[in-house]
């Protein structure tokens, strides 16, 4: 591995080398400190597979200290005392400042993630900057509601929505910065305080966002980051008997174990987890519709999407123009580094999430499903796979069941109409994060809307957010909901208050 930044032939801004270069220390209590242990990790760009930049290894004394400040700032200290209009105000200035930095930070989400500068540029700033906006918006709108209740006597009762407290915050690499405004959008909103761990692969653009909001004024403690391997900073946080909420998003596997650790103070968790989403094609689907949708439903950021549309599974009298558009498609895609600007596709992003879909792709072929397109590591250096596309792909097969996170589309075909018949080839998995259906047919839509078992159901199309739409999953996809009231609420607790106008009746003052 070499250390130099190989930034030729497409130069960065002198703002994104020079923030490479600064040494990278952990932000707690509003200040940026070395890791209690010296532990250090290699920021690698997947695109060259060379060092770009190196940041701390939290340890768990580093989780104490991060959480001793995130209580002090919410149980006292400015933050505790700021009303919701103020919490909003600074979640634009945060807004606003990201987008006068966006092309940093885009450079640095390129350089660590390699997912496309066009998309950083397009997508992961814009996003994440306004859904700030929009989070800014409920910091003065988390109301309780007044309540009458039925007791004898005169009562005025209501309930209180109050912070959760300190929440800590846990992210992957695929969406690495707008992942982190997911997150702590709704709980700054809320009025909590946050230990944010980003992935040990993707580290940079959370510590630059750290950087801003302390520029744009949130008071210290308020947001702490802690860079750090999931094993050590991760584990530590979801055992801490000082925090109060876990939120995480990752794989279902470490879920399990962030919900075991997390049972020593019944702390509340929040998962969202893996996906194997499926995109049905019903008989009547518009053939071009479904491949416009369908292929960066799948290829999208090179399939690592938790809502990636894994599994095409496709009417037998649609199939035979849409996998040959599928494979004509995929065979086209542009792959390369994020930095040329007719990149579609960058690397995957790790030597192990490379071997990780390299073994899926070869326990696709030793159990007998049928590669019809890609399949290969491109020749060159970096983590490049080729768009791969299975057909002939039946429901035992591993590559069916197991969530694959990167650019791999498993096809197969129904007969029939039923649609109980086909909502159960799409139910059928552990995973219900998301699902599409393409049909013109309005009865067929909203019947198959109710049927599917998924947090998210689109129609004729894959992948459609926004900061008001709540994303999660059903089955082993997850707990709860982010974004819309639902994601801010869940930083939240329900105070339920009543008050006697006049003496209780008799049962309630038996001991008095
Ligand atoms: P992962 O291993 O679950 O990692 C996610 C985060 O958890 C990372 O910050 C990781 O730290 C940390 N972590 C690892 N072990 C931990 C532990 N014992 N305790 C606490 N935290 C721990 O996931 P990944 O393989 O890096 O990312 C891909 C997975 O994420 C896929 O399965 C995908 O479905 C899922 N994902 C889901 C969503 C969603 O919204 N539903 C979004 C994106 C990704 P390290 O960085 O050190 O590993
Ligand atoms: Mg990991």
Known sequence: MQSAPALDPYPITAATAAFLKRSHELLIGGRWVGPHAGGTIEVIDPATARRIATVS?????????????????????????????????????????????????????????????????????????????????????????????????????????????????IIPWNFPLLMALLKIGPALAAGCTIILKPAEQTPLTALRLGALMLEVGFPPGVINILTGYGETAGAAMSAHGGIDKIAFTGSTEVGRRVVAAAAGNLKRVSLELGGKSPMIVMPDADVDAVLAGAVPGIFFNAGQSCMAGSRLIVHETLAAPIIEGMIARAKGIRIGSGFDPSTQVGPLVSQQQLERVQAHIASGLSEGATLVAGGQRVDREGYFLEPTIFTGVTPTMTIAREEIFGPVLCVSTFTGTNLDDIAALGNDTAYGLAASVWTNNLTVAHRMIRKLKSGQVWINAHHVGGPDLPVGGYKQSGWGRELGRAGVEMYTEVKAVAIALEKPGPWLTLKG
């Open 57 to 169: 290894a939290a340890t768990a004394p580093d989780v104490d200290a991060a959480v001793a400040a995130a209580r002090a700032a919410f149980e006292a200290g400015p933050w505790s005392a700021m009303s919701g209009g103020a919490r909003a105000k600074l979640l634009w200035a945060l807004a606003d400042r990201i987008a006068a930095d966006a092309r940093v930070l885009a450079e640095l989400e390129t350089l660590d993630n390699g997912k496309p500068l066009s998309e950083t540029l397009a997508i992961d700033i814009p996003v994440g900057a306004e859904l700030l906006r929009y989070m800014g918006g409920w910091a003065t709108k988390l109301n309780g509601e007044s309540v009458h209740i039925g007791e004898p006597g005169d009562f005025q009762a209501y309930t209180l929505r109050e912070p959760v407290g300190v929440v800590g915050q």
